[in-house]
């Protein structure tokens, strides 16, 4: 069986820019996360969706938005990038929201420049 | 709120060498799940194990051991024999074992302990 993917696997954008990640689930898992990790650190929760629904937000600007598509996968979006947005974006996707291990994607390499 | 320690930035060892990989958490749950993730340096987060703070037995996966002490929050990993292929950024995470709206379920990861195990 497929893991999860995530496309594109490096990007490379200019401040103020805009960009859009995106993540597929392993099949039948309904629960997506997202997290964000800075080089030299561990992850850092930025959303949940579950049923399509987000369930759960870390503690990121609202320059961060998040959506669950009917087929389970997931998108991440982030506007206005600024220096600091420089990361590994990671997916995960898990059966059920609470309890469930998480299966984490090869994860997205942004960069901002 | 949760935090989860991980002091040991980087261990270099010997192949066939032991080395254990401390976990010292924080949380106000009663109920709580932690973990043990591998990230080698493809970047990709591997799930080790999943621990229910009700279980406090210890397990045994082949060359790995995990002690789970509640009494001094502590989830300690083991290598026993130590490889090359076993050198990666090892990962502690905590999360609640029950969902109760906003951003409560999550989890909350260590900073990471680079493991370097040399031929």
């Known amino acids: 069986d497929a893991g999860v993917t995530q496309s594109p696997t490096h990007l490379i954008k200019t401040r103020g820019q805009h960009v859009t990640l995106r993540c597929s689930p392993i099949?039948?898992?309904?629960?997506v996360s997202w997290y964000q990790q800075v080089l030299g650190q561990g992850p850092q929760f930025i959303f949940q969706?579950?049923?399509?629904?987000?369930?759960g937000r870390g503690n990121f600007p609202d320059r961060f938005s998040a959506r669950q598509f009917p087929n389970y996968s997931s998108e991440l979006n982030v506007n206005a990038l600024l220096l600091g947005d420089s990361a590994l974006y990671l997916c995960?996707?898990?059966?059920?929201?609470?309890?469930?291990?998480?299966?984490f994607g090869n994860g997205t390499r942004l960069t901002v420049t | 709120a949760q935090k989860v320690t991980q002091a040991q930035t980087e261990i270099s060892v010997v192949e066939k060498e032991d080395v254990t990989l401390d976990c010292v958490y924080e949380?106000?749950?009663?109920?709580?799940?932690l973990f043990w993730y591998k990230q080698p340096p493809s970047g990709e987060l591997v799930f080790l194990i999943r621990?229910?703070?009700?279980?406090?037995q210890n397990e045994i996966s082949g060359r790995y051991s995990w002690n789970f002490q509640k009494s001094t929050s502590s989830f300690n990993f083991t290598i026993t024999a130590s490889q090359v292929v076993d050198s990666a950024v090892y990962f502690c995470?905590?999360?609640?074992?029950?969902?109760?709206?906003?951003?409560?379920?999550?989890?909350?990861f260590g900073k990471g302990t680079l493991l370097t195990v040399n031929p």
């Open positions: 995960a996707s898990s059966p059920s929201p609470v309890g469930s291990p998480l299966h």
């Open positions: 099949s039948g898992h309904k629960s």
């Open positions: 969706y579950y049923e399509k629904e987000e369930r």
């Open positions: 949380t106000r749950d009663t109920t709580y799940y």
């Open positions: 621990r229910n703070s009700f279980d406090e």
């Open positions: 995470a905590l999360s609640p074992a029950a969902y109760s709206g906003g951003s409560n379920y999550k989890l909350t």
